[in-house]
């Protein structure tokens, strides 16, 4: 088990990142908020999640334990593999999800590219005793002060939106972002850029 990779960063992707480990570059996939945390060159350390297949071993990165440790939790879930579960914290913090799930918050979960309304209701009752209570405060996502522009479209591209509906969707929030007191939040925002997406699907 590859519990952590630390190392510098030799090169980013829009879904992964390659962490240079005693001359080995180890390729990591990772959600846009792990990434936008990441810089070319300079040194990193994320914790890991080895995910074995018959075809494929593949590393899943995170900014720290509790976030593997819910990506680990998620895939305990019927129908839930790493991609999903990354596409989970992609949209959501572990706390959010932790949140969503003790509240029966269906819409959140339903916020996430790949979960229907009868999938959020199965994931709600299997995780319900799994995941826990919420750790830290209320807040959904990372405030982010510059840049949530880059961030929010980069994790859109992340997902799999083509360029211009990521283009649409970060206009489409942006008002709220400008009227939301204090540093908008990413996490937010994504959120309510993928409802803005769905609906125009």
């Keep these: 088990m590859i519990a952590f990779v630390s190392g510098p960063v030799a090169a980013l992707a829009p879904d992964s990142a390659v962490v240079e480990v005693g001359g080995i570059g180890i390729a990591v996939q990772c959600t846009p ?4 945390g990441l810089r070319m060159g300079r040194q990193t350390k994320l914790a890991t999640s080895l995910v074995v297949r018959e075809d494929s071993l593949t590393l899943y990165g995170f900014v720290d334990d ?3 440790q819910v990506f680990e939790l998620l895939q305990t879930a019927s129908g839930v593999g790493p991609r999903l579960a990354q596409a989970m914290l992609a949209v959501h913090s572990p706390d959010a999800l932790r949140r969503a799930v003790s509240t029966g918050d269906e ?3 339903i916020a996430v590219p ?3 309304k009868k999938g959020a209701q199965k994931l709600l009752l299997e995780l319900k005793d799994r995941l826990g209570e919420p750790v830290g405060a209320p ?3 990372a405030p982010v002060s510059q840049g949530w522009r880059d961030q929010l479209h980069a994790a859109l591209i992340g997902l799999g939106y083509a360029t211009r509906e990521a283009d649409e969707a970060v206009a ?3 008002p709220q972002a400008e009227a939301a ?3 908008p939040q990413v996490g937010h925002l994504l959120r309510a850029a993928l ?3 769905n609906r125009a699907r």
Excluded: C, H
Excluded at 33 to 36: F, G, I, Q
């Design 139 to 141: 807040a959904i996502g």
């Design 195 to 197: 409802q803005t997406l």
């Design 107 to 109: 819409k959140a979960l």
């Design 172 to 174: 489409a929030v942006t």
């Design 114 to 116: 790949g979960i229907g």
């Design 33 to 36: 908020n792990t990434l936008s």
């Design 66 to 68: 509790d976030e593997r």
């Design 181 to 183: 007191e204090g540093t």
